[in-house]
Structure formats: C-alpha cells, structure tokens
C-alpha cells in the first residue's frame, strides 16, 4: 500500500537495502514498479531525497514473495498492513519466528497501541510502534510509540535510523490512545465541530482559521515554543498573562461532539 511504498522510498534515500514483502502474489513487485515510477519523476523534479540518484536507490530494492526469505538479514521490520489487531498479531508472530531475537519489530499503526498490537510477541523488548504521518516520504515526523517493555536500546536505534534517513522522530514516554498526533488532531476537529455545529462559524471559515490563521504559525513552531515567544519572559510568563483565560475557555468546550448523528448531516452537507 501507500504507506509501505512511502517507508521503502524513505529508507532506500537513507542508502539502505529494503526487501519489501507482500502475502499477496505480485504484489511486492507491483510496489516496485511504482517506486520506480515515482523516483524517477522526484529526480527529474530536483525532488529526490536523500545522496544516491534513483537508479541507485532503485537497485537497493527487492520484492519477495516469501516472508523468510524476505527476512533474511533484517535488522529492522517496519509493518504495513491494514489496521486491524488481529492480522497485525499474526504477521507479527509469523515474524518473530523468523528473525533473531535483536531484529527490531516495529509496526505503522495509527490507532493501535503497542500493547495491544504485540500482545502474542514472545519477546517484547524489541517492539515499538513507528507512526507516520501520511505520505510519510514528504511529512518527516515519526511517533516512536514504546510498548510497556520497550528496551531504552531499542528505542534509541530506532530514533537514530529515523534521523539518518531524514525523518523527524519523536519519542512518546509511554503508550496511550491516538498517541500525540491524533490526539492533538482530534481536540483540533472537536473543537472546529463544537463551533460549526453551535452556529459560530461556517465550515468555510473554520478551515480559514487554520489555514491562514494558527495553521501558518504552527508549520514552523509548535505551541509551547509559540507561548514562550509570545511573552517578555518565555513561558512562565506566559502562563501567569493568559493562563486563567485559557482555563476558561477550556471550560467551556462541553463534551465531545457526536461526528456521527443526526446532528452532523448539517456540516457534513455543507
């Protein structure tokens, strides 16, 4: 899918070998073709990542259609099936049998915590989620996502691959639903939601807020460092000016919204 082919473009740009498997026939040489298709035109763009031309990135890549041989001289696994726990399990235990016990297994889920996604591992040491952000080849940022017996080690390799091949790692101290992203994502939508469906603003003009407004600022800094800028003396004062505003806006952003409902055909038809 998408996001194997982004991970194989990522990290053959890094000059590593990738053996892309796929449980379906043909499937893992299908990728190729189009990898090879979208390097090519990132090169002639001036778009390419990474030192080696397409051609040599292009020749680091090998599709297969058994996992063991797949397998053979990995030292780190990043999985890319759909998003559903139980296939994600077996794919894992069909790895684990496989590899030696130092391979990395890591997985790109988005919703799925660690816990849950290598529960029928043996060893879990060695497992963390990666999380891109979609299409990870032009979005860096990486959420490391430790299982609960994630190894410090592990971890740190992880973070170092991630920034050799140019991605943005982030390392989350524990796991938790949605992560970071998604959860800053989803207090962003529940909040946009609450003052569409309350009448405050159109859907138009929300997506303006965002896009010509706190989207602007945000691509450059994030909102810790904005509120440290945002006052003489860094955060502290920040916090002592603004901070029982904020506390009473967040007051009074009342429960999540249903995206669901009758409710929601209103802006879902806008």
Not at 22 to 42: C, H, M, S, V, Y
Not at 82 to 94: A, G, I, M, P
Not at 253 to 265: H, I, R, T
């Amino acid at each position: 899918g998408l996001i194997g082919r982004s991970w194989a473009m990522v990290f053959v740009s890094g000059g590593y070998n990738v053996k892309i498997y796929d449980n379906q026939p043909g499937q893992a040489a299908k990728a190729i073709t189009e990898i090879r298709k979208q390097l090519e035109e990132l090169e002639e763009a001036q778009m390419l990542r990474g030192e080696p031309t397409a051609t040599q990135q292009l020749a680091l890549l090998s599709s297969y259609d058994d996992l063991a041989q797949a397998l053979e001289g990995a030292f780190f696994v990043q999985e890319c099936v759909f998003e559903q726990l139980e296939v994600k399990q077996s794919v894992f235990q069909d790895i684990e049998r496989l590899v030696g016990k130092d391979v990395i297994l890591s997985s790109s889920t988005s919703c799925l915590v660690p816990s849950n996604v290598f529960s029928k591992v043996q060893n879990r040491t060695r497992c963390l989620v990666s999380h891109p952000v979609n299409p990870p080849y032009y979005v860096k940022l990486v959420e490391l996502v430790p299982h609960p017996e994630t190894t410090m080690t592990v971890m740190d390799t992880t973070h170092a691959l991630m920034t050799k091949v140019g991605q943005a790692p982030v390392r989350l101290k524990k796991e938790i639903d949605g992560f970071a992203l998604n959860r800053v994502q989803a207090a962003i939508i529940a909040e946009s939601w609450r003052l569409v469906q309350d009448g405050i603003i159109s859907v138009k003009d929300i997506d303006l807020v965002m896009s010509e407004g706190l989207g602007m600022r945000y691509a450059f800094i994030g909102p810790m460092e904005t509120m440290h800028l945002n006052a003489p003396k860094g955060l502290e004062d920040y916090v002592k000016r603004y901070g029982e505003g904020i506390r009473r806006i967040l007051t009074s952003f009342g429960p999540a919204p249903d995206l669901c409902g009758e409710g929601a055909k209103s802006i879902i038809n806008v």
